[in-house]
């Protein structure tokens, strides 16, 4: 069964700390994988997206990891700011399908 | 910029009302799905649409219809609401090609009484 999990469910954090989010995945064949922050009342928007040749992709403070041979993501928040408290989703594509696997998501708070 | 816009951000309706949700986007995708979203869940999609008038079920369709009869709008129908179906529901649009981001409106918060 094809299937996105994300660690941990919740983080809290300091201002000005970094963290490090987990995406495992069992979705085949791949595609590619998104990250996406949500804020809280609002849609999702994309901060990066992987595909099987990529290893590491940066957005300012948010980089991205795949290891697709042991089918894993991480994201990567150095610095973090107030602004980053959000949900974080990690999103896989199949291949030949325009349906997306979405993770439950990790809860970001990042406090003064 | 991608805009999705959904009619509502909160909504409370009846048990048994019908219930309409409306998205519209402005930068002539082919594709729009609506989807929910529950804690510890994430994200589940409802319905797709590739085209006017095309609609495929998505995970959880039941209970819910929808209606695509312009390229730029995608409206998801609760034919007779029920209380499980209190959720977030978000609509997204994308482009034709695999690596197409999904642009995601900013939700309807639905509360079933």
């Known amino acids: 069964k094809n299937q996105v999990e994300q660690s941990p469910q919740s983080l809290i954090i300091l201002e000005g700390k970094n963290c490090t989010l987990q995406?495992?995945?069992?979705?085949?064949?791949?595609?590619?994988l998104r990250w996406y922050k949500q804020d809280t009342g609002r849609g999702p928007v994309s901060l990066t997206i992987?595909?099987?040749?990529?290893n590491t992709k940066s957005n300012g403070r948010y980089t991205a990891t795949l290891d697709a041979d042991t089918k894993q993501s991480s994201l990567h928040i150095t610095a973090s700011q107030l602004s980053d408290s959000a949900s974080y989703i990690c999103v896989v594509r199949g291949d030949n399908t325009d349906k997306l696997i979405f993770g439950t998501g990790t809860r970001l708070q990042v406090f003064p | 910029d991608v805009k999705v816009t959904q009619s509502s951000r909160y909504l409370v309706k009846r048990t048994g009302e019908k219930v309409f949700l409306e998205c519209v986007q402005d930068m002539d995708h082919e594709n729009m799905f609506w989807y929910r979203q529950d804690p510890g869940l994430g994200l589940r999609l409802i319905y797709f649409s590739y085209d006017v008038k095309m609609k495929e079920k998505g995970d959880i369709p039941e209970g819910y219809s929808v209606s695509r009869e312009k390229k730029e709008r995608f409206s998801l129908i609760l034919e007779s609401a029920s209380t499980n179906q209190t959720s977030m529901y978000l609509c997204a649009s994308s482009g034709t090609y695999s690596y197409n981001e999904q642009f995601f409106g900013p939700g309807t918060r639905l509360t079933v009484l």
């Open positions: 992987m595909t099987f040749s990529e």
């Open positions: 995406c495992n995945y069992t979705v085949s064949p791949f595609s590619n």
